[in-house]
């Protein structure tokens, strides 16, 4: 979309005090149509390169794969309204040449039988072959009894495989025992053993904990519970969309599911239920005796692993074939009302796809956008070594705010002066919400404003703050400030936090941002640290919004390189249109 705006002075001094926050806000064209032919501003927080079907809710990732040359996205799609429903849950279905521009198709699996009679929800896509793709979902019946259930595509010749068949012979598993039937969920992408069996895992709740039940099977339809549970953690509740993948220690590339090599590690994600956020372990999986020992268990506080540390859910990973990548989905839900989605038409969309590393320290995940997201790059401003005093902006000129990629990286140059970090602050969420980028400190905050109104009455701030331990070390915490997001009142204005692990005094301070109008992803220290959060502003909308780098802090910090580009839109067509259309 095209800037107007006045031309601001480049640099601007700030009052002490004066409170940061920015807000992104995007525009789109009405549902159904080719996004990239235009904005309306009648729909001003539609996306325009992030995924989201024409119109109606959306919500988790679950069936991804790449097959014959087409990338497959899946997902739990309500069909017939812009709310969640738990009649009418539908597997939604899109396919994409590229991870970046889509083709909606019509749902793949719809709500016809008894034992999906309430939902056809969440699950996965698994290749038994390279030609044969099946998916697990999860059943609802009437009687709200929820079990595991097959389907294979009806016609293998369609290159978008749009029709599905369910098996005669579900549903495979079904909560016996001492499984209670209302928490007995999800199944994960299943993977193949050295003893040629396949394995998969089964979200589950015991006594009030969440855990993971093993099923194996050697033809995919006739499936055998484990004696005890896969894992099990006293300190999480029900695990919702649970995944198990292998990492590579030595490698820059992603790991087949099914992998046996040797120098590999794993990871358990677990969604849990209502804290709606997606937890991980790490640690070092058997094949043969199929245990899982981890580094340290889920603690249940704030010092386990995230991938995201903002609005972030229900996440998928899959093995990316041709480029030898694991990418990762995320579900993004609304901050707004369950009016204002009404209004709006539409509610929910995906994250960007993220590559997934495990880090050089083999302590963490590392998460970037996939590299396709860069073809969308286009005009393009940068500047380097700039100071940034303490307690003034930068404004960056002619990008399009509200559409743009924005990558930034900041030199300390002086640290002796740093806060004192008490040992009492071990939760960075609570650490940001109580020194919001208004709060002056030392060492911070500085980073970005985004979404921003001209006067800065609307803004979302992503930033950083330094303290020094008393081990001499240093503490990077990252922040997302959406406190002064939006003028509306009745908004989710959370603010998160995360601390990063970054060493200051080695190394710069990296950040990089998407900003899509009204999702805002935030990826600190190369991918250390993940934050996304929803904004929906009233004043910096479209050409009205503005992008700065800030320091509010008593000390001067450095912008080594600031690159942004502005954003073209993706394209998001039907079937119908892709015939007599072609991708860019």
């Not at 601007?12 to 920015?22: D, Q």
């Not at 679950?62 to 497959?72: E, K, Q, V």
């Not at 030595?250 to 590690?265: A, L």
């Not at 998460?367 to 380097?384: A, D, G, Y």
């Amino acid at each position: 979309m095209a800037k107007t705006k006045e031309r601001y002075r480049m640099h601007i001094s700030w009052m002490v005090g004066l409170c940061f926050l920015l807000i992104g806000n995007g525009i789109q064209r009405s549902p159904g149509n080719d996004r990239s032919a235009g904005p309306s501003l009648e729909q001003p927080y539609r996306t325009a390169f992030h995924f989201q079907p024409p119109k109606n809710w959306m919500g988790d990732p679950n069936g991804l794969m790449y097959h014959n040359g087409i990338y497959h996205l899946f997902y739990q799609y309500n069909p017939y309204s812009p709310t969640g429903s738990f009649f009418n849950m539908t597997w939604g279905h899109s396919v994409s040449y590229d991870l970046v521009n889509w083709i909606h198709l019509e749902p793949a699996l719809n709500t016809d039988k008894p034992y999906d009679a309430k939902g056809c929800w969440s699950g996965s896509t698994t290749l038994l072959s390279e030609e044969n793709p099946v998916i697990l979902y999860t059943g609802v019946d009437n009687e709200g009894i929820q079990t595991q259930n097959l389907a294979w595509p009806k016609n293998l010749s369609d290159p978008f495989l749009r029709e599905w068949v369910k098996s005669p012979q579900n549903p495979l598993m079904s909560p016996i025992d001492d499984i209670d039937p209302e928490y007995f969920r999800d199944p994960t992408t299943a993977w193949k053993g050295p003893d040629g069996k396949w394995r998969v895992l089964v979200g589950n709740q015991m006594n009030g904990h969440g855990q993971a039940f093993l099923y194996t099977s050697e033809d995919f339809v006739r499936w055998t519970r484990s004696k005890n549970p896969f894992y099990s953690s006293n300190n999480t509740l029900m695990w919702e969309c649970p995944d198990f993948y292998p990492v590579s220690i030595n490698s820059k590339y992603g790991v087949d599911t099914s992998s046996q090599e040797k120098f590999t590690r794993h990871v358990l994600k677990a969604s849990i239920n209502l804290i709606f956020h997606d937890y991980y372990i790490l640690g070092n999986y058997s094949a043969e005796t199929d245990h899982f020992s981890v580094d340290t268990d889920f603690k249940g506080d704030a010092s386990d692993l995230r991938y995201d540390y903002g609005k972030f859910y229900a996440s998928k990973t899959f093995f990316d074939s041709p480029k030898k990548r694991r990418v990762l989905w995320g579900w993004v839900n609304e901050s707004d009302t369950v009016s204002g989605d009404i209004k709006k038409g539409w509610s929910g969309l995906q994250a960007i796809p993220r590559s997934i590393l495990l880090s050089e320290n083999q302590k963490q995940l590392i998460q970037w956008p996939i590299k396709e997201i860069e073809k969308l790059r286009k005009k393009k401003v940068s500047f380097t070594d700039k100071e940034l005093k303490g307690g003034s902006v930068l404004r960056v000129p002619d990008i399009t705010a509200s559409q743009a990629d924005v990558e930034v990286s900041f030199d300390l140059r002086s640290l002796t002066e740093a806060e004192l970090m008490d040992t009492s602050w071990n939760d960075p969420q609570l650490l940001c919400s109580q020194n919001t980028a208004s709060v002056r400190g030392k060492v911070g905050p500085f980073g970005l404003l985004v979404s921003a109104s001209m006067g800065l009455k609307e803004q979302t701030a992503v930033f950083f703050r330094v303290f020094r331990s008393s081990h001499g070390k240093h503490v990077v915490l990252m922040c997302t400030d959406q406190s002064r997001s939006s003028l509306r009142k009745v908004l989710d204005k959370t603010t998160y936090g995360a601390f990063m692990d970054v060493d200051p005094i080695h190394e710069k301070i990296s950040l990089r941002t998407l900003i899509d109008h009204s999702i805002i992803e935030s990826f600190g220290g190369e991918g250390r640290s993940c934050i996304t959060a929803r904004v929906y502003p009233e004043l910096a909308i479209g050409d009205e919004a503005e992008l700065y780098a800030f320091n509010n802090g008593t000390l001067d910090v450095y912008i080594s390189s600031l690159n942004a580009w502005s954003m073209k839109k993706a394209h998001l067509v039907s079937a119908k249109e892709e015939a007599s259309q072609q991708f860019d």
